[in-house]
């Protein structure tokens, strides 16, 4: 078996003539590109039994959580199997796959951080290890993997994403002002770098600085248009920024024109739908029949059963669109959800059972009932994965639960608790929360 050096310079087992096209699907992963599919099929269908590439196959089935995509991944897994790794790299790449087919993504993550450990110039492990601790909800652990990473990255091809990323895990663990320049510097580095974009805006969205966040976004719009359905995501946040400054209009224009301008299933698409949708009839803006392709998705959607993230916003959706039986029988499935060993499933179980049953009773009018469910899994939401951002909707919830069930202090208390893991700064949502309860209190008085 032939070895050729990939972009990382790490041997890998395919022939000279096709590592050009195997470079492509790591530049893809790295950049979240539209194309990153069909070059992946290219390489396997010129190479079935290149292992790596069924294993990452498998790997990118899984975290799309769609529960027709697990046969699919353990056909991949078989497929790498029958390819007999070559190198120890690809091993292990294997392995990672079949630790997640038995519920343990925990232990992908770490068979991958040893890859990391051995090549830390890796970049295709760098960014897998990224993704698989966000959707498991590990800030810390995303860090602490690409810190360790920088100083062998000093002269890599693509160290700009290596910043995107380390700019994201500075951001989700309180570090906005480092976030910030990082991710500008990542940018400045590789422009096509939607993750690193991104993260940038996080860090305006955290600190409450929207029309800043816009400013950054305007004209960056290159940035992403090769994107997957990321570039949704990216849209997503220009309409927060929006919806922060009282936009409403602009924020419901963009959610047509971009957020939803494909009608697709894929839960970070629904996510990105029905938590804008959320937050707008929080605000008391009405948002028309819109929940109702994406309530009919969601439903459909509802037992697969494979991440709370996806669970919980297909419950906002439910709601959102009054299928209430759907609802019901889901809140029914989670409930009989047995973890086992399996790491998904424990978080379906809790926190998500008792999210799920809040954002039901809210959307029932039973708002005491939900401030105590969505109380109970409050503490423990960061397990669900996703950001800061994603699962702000939540919180914001929680807090109209409180308020709606006459906690006043309570509710404060809430604020001010959000207010202090965003570095102290209030956007224009606490910021009218606050003066509501302030109003309130006056006319106690």
Not at 51 to 72: F, K, P, T
């Amino acid at each position: 078996m032939s070895l050729s050096d990939d972009l990382s310079g790490v041997p890998t087992s395919l022939p000279a003539d096709r590592i050009e096209g195997w470079n492509k699907v790591i530049r893809g992963i790295l950049t979240h590109a539209a194309s990153t599919g069909p070059d992946l099929n290219a390489v396997l269908q010129a190479a079935p039994d290149f292992a790596l590439g069924q294993a990452i196959r498998g790997l990118s089935c899984l975290l799309l959580g769609r529960a027709e995509m697990v046969s699919v991944a353990h056909e991949a897994h078989q497929a790498a199997l029958a390819g007999a790794p070559a190198t120890p790299r690809e091993t292990a790449f294997v392995e990672a796959l079949g630790d997640w087919l038995v519920g343990r993504p925990s232990q992908t993550a770490a068979r991958l951080q040893a890859v990391l450990d051995q090549t830390p110039r890796d970049a295709l492990a760098m960014k897998m290890v990224q993704a698989i601790h966000f959707i498991m909800g590990r800030p810390q652990a995303m860090r602490v993997s690409v810190e360790g990473l920088i100083e062998a990255w000093g002269d890599h091809p693509a160290r700009g994403y290596l910043m995107g990323c380390h700019a994201f895990t500075l951001e989700e663990t309180g570090e906005y002002a480092r976030a910030e320049r990082v991710g500008r510097a990542g940018v400045a580095l590789a422009p096509d770098d939607a993750w690193g974009l991104h993260a940038v805006a996080h860090v305006y969205d955290m600190t409450g600085r929207a029309r800043a966040g816009l400013d950054w976004l305007t004209g960056r719009e290159g940035s992403w248009a090769h994107c997957n359905n990321f570039r949704y995501h990216v849209w997503w946040h220009r309409a927060l920024m929006h919806l922060d400054l009282g936009e409403h209009d602009i924020a419901l224009a963009q959610y047509d024109a971009e957020i939803r301008s494909d009608k697709t299933d894929d839960y970070r698409d629904i996510s990105n739908a029905a938590s804008l949708l959320a937050r707008l009839e929080l605000e008391g803006v009405p948002v028309g029949n819109r929940w109702e392709e994406l309530a009919a998705l969601a439903e459909a959607r509802s037992g697969d059963s494979c991440l709370a993230f996806a669970d919980l916003h297909y419950m906002l959706a439910m709601c959102g669109g009054a299928l209430e039986a759907a609802a019901v029988k889901m809140i029914a499935r989670m409930r009989a959800t047995r973890p086992a060993n399996d790491e998904a499933q424990a978080v379906i179980a809790h926190p998500g059972l008792h999210v799920a049953q809040g954002l039901h009773a809210f959307a029932c009018g039973e708002y005491s009932s939900a401030w105590v469910h969505l109380r109970a899994g409050r503490a423990d939401l960061q397990a669900i994965g996703g950001s800061h951002a994603q699962r702000d909707v939540f919180d914001r919830i929680t807090i109209e639960a409180a308020l709606r069930s006459g906690y006043m202090d309570t509710a404060t208390g809430l604020l001010r608790d959000r207010q202090a893991r965003r570095g102290g700064a209030l956007d224009g949502y606490a910021e009218a929360r606050l003066a509501l309860i302030d109003a309130a209190r006056r006319e106690v008085v």
